[in-house]
């Protein structure tokens, strides 16, 4: 075991999928010199060389758009957008034809792309630079969307990412990288949890709570402080968010009767809307209360000043928690 | 061990040449000159600039107060009164000048570096502190000054600027007395997509802008040379319209080439690319370290190219201005340089319900309801505090 940040960890992931398949390839705005602005890249360019850690021009429908053409050719890109707000000018090219050719083509084609996204807030920053776009992409048909939490998942889930035949969005909590855990960098990833599965993180039999990314830690903190006041929650690392991994949802919250989905993004339309409606559908009959929500209002993120009140936190949590008895 | 071989062994299995040889340079282009580093004026046949020797004091001032704001938001963001600041240092003859060659009708569209800009279009160095602070997204009203809001998402607001200039011509705008519009960007912005389609926007549609870039040599850590291998100004050939490369630390340059370039925008000749040649003396942002990635020799070498100090000496030469002249710059910079720390210092933080504000024209059900549950949780703390 050796204890790592967030950052380091998915840095020594990358370093892995490099070393393991020659085909992969990093490209993105300032990922070599520089090692990227959150230094996940830091030192693969001068490991591996400029032909396989590109520093891109500035634009991001070229990053993915030439990521799909390199990946026609057999090759497979770990793209970095540089913030979540930054994705947008590579959005038609996400939607329009990563998730999309393979459909197109009946199945020859594989696009093992994936696209790196530090997403969230929290970070006191200026505009465009605190989002979380992933219900846009768990929209999106033909991607595969995951997020990990902490290092451990962050080193493992990369690599899985990175072997993926499909194209994968994959979002790091960027408020979390700098956040340490021990990480087994040692035996390989052949026990690791699939890509596609949530993890149950604290168990517990009173209230599900179901969250990923950065609210792993705050959901975490919170199921500690609720059980000070007695309560049981069973905290739920969804993991990957497309496809959502419904068996194990279904089985936490059939044994707790309740649920509280958190995530910073939007609550409107977001992956706490459609995890709602699926538990409504097949758990309806276990269910003590409705499904709540914790995330943010329908609003832009606003100004970093107010950023405390818009993102969710422990009393956010408490709160919802609480209510889920109140039925 | 095992693991170092292993990563050799994927190296050499995809060793790709580079693209091109980076000492195949293109020839150097003409720079338009008017004010030597050492603070010579140089007279140049297309760019007669006829300046009274009050305007160029007043270049000199605006130079040095811009710098001291600047240098005044770097330390408060080091004091953590602002989140981040993006400096200007180096490329404030590029921003004064060109944002002295605006008249009050034409309109602006800055990046999130155009301070100098702001300066000169008179809006409040305040409503630029908030943005930094992490108070307001900006938060001004773009008709107020003509200068639009700062944008962040690189190279978007040049297709604003071109749309304006758009609405420009439609309005019959365009003519004797007519207005134009002025985008700024940077190099590395050269490469998306959007500034390229601006540029074919403005260009089949004769618009009146001007597309200013400051090419400060870096974005981030990206050199030049991954955004262009064709000096920038040369882009403009091939969308029709014509481009000019300037001197972007002669502040008496930038002046007369965009004065030139907005005056015929104005009349109707169309689009002009203006490739301000300068350098990021500072960091990308302070959250940046350009030690990990450039070689202070470059840095080094620019100084010698200080786009104020050239002015002055250029004032003293030429017997345009007494000591007490530069004294009295100083003493107002750091009197403006004070008012500003202080006034970011006793800034507010923005009410927590006013983030619900301004989503749309009008407030829907949908968001009130949301706004006022939000209200209510907020006074259940105030509720619990009074009932300790
Ligand atoms: C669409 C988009 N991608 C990435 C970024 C992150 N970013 C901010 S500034 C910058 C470099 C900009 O370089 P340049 O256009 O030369 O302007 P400069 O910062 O040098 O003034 C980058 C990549 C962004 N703001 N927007
Ligand atoms: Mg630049």
Redesign the interface.
Known sequence: MTTLTLSRALNEGL?KA??????ALIMG??V????G?FRVTDGLQK??????VI?????E??IIGTAIGLALRGYRPICEIQFD??V??AFDQIVSQLAKMRYRSRGPVRLPVVVRIPFGGGI?????HSESPEALFAHTPGLRVVSCGGPADGYAMIQQAAESDDPVIFFEPKRRYWDKADVDVETGLADALPLAAARVLIPGSDVTVLCYGPMVRTCSEAAVAASGDGRSVEVVDLRSLAPLDTATIFASVRKTGRCVVVHEAVV?GGIGAEIAARITEECFYSLEAPVLRVGA????Y??????E??LPDLD?IL?AVDRTFGY | MA?KD??R???S??????AREPERQVESPELIQLLTPEGERVEHPDYPLDVSAAEVRGLYRDLVIVRRIDFEAIALQRQGEL??WASLLGQEAAQVGSGRALGPRDMAFPT?REHGVAWCRGLDPMKLF????????GGWDPTAHNFHLYT???GSQTLHATGYAMGIQRDGAVGEDGAAVIAYFGD??T????VNEAFIWASVNNAPVVFFCQNNQW????PLE??TRTPLYRRAIGFGFPGIRVDGNDVLACLAVTRKAMQAAREGQGPTLIEAFTYRMGAHTT??DPT??RLSAELESWKLKDPIERVKQYLIRTQQAEMSFFDKVDAEAAQIGASVRTACQQMP??E?L???DD?LTSQTR??AD??AE?AA??DSFATAEEGR
């Open positions: 370093r490099l070393e393991n398949n020659p085909k705005e300032d070599g010199k520089l090692g602005v490991d591996f060389g400029e032909a396989r520093d891109t021009p500035l634009a429908s070229g707000g930054f947008f000018p006191g920053a200026v505009e465009h409107t209002p329908t609003t832009p606003p100004p970093s000043r107010l950023e009140h818009y956010r709160d | 693991v292993a990563g062994a994927a190296r299995a995809s060793r790709v040449p580079p989140g981040i999130y908030e943005l930094f602070r992490g108070v307001s997204h962040i998402v690189i590395g912005a490469s998306q997509g959007d974005a981030i850590s990206e991954r955004q959250t940046d990990r990635y933080d923005p927590p006013s983030m619900f989503v949908q968001l949301e706004r939000f949780y907020l």
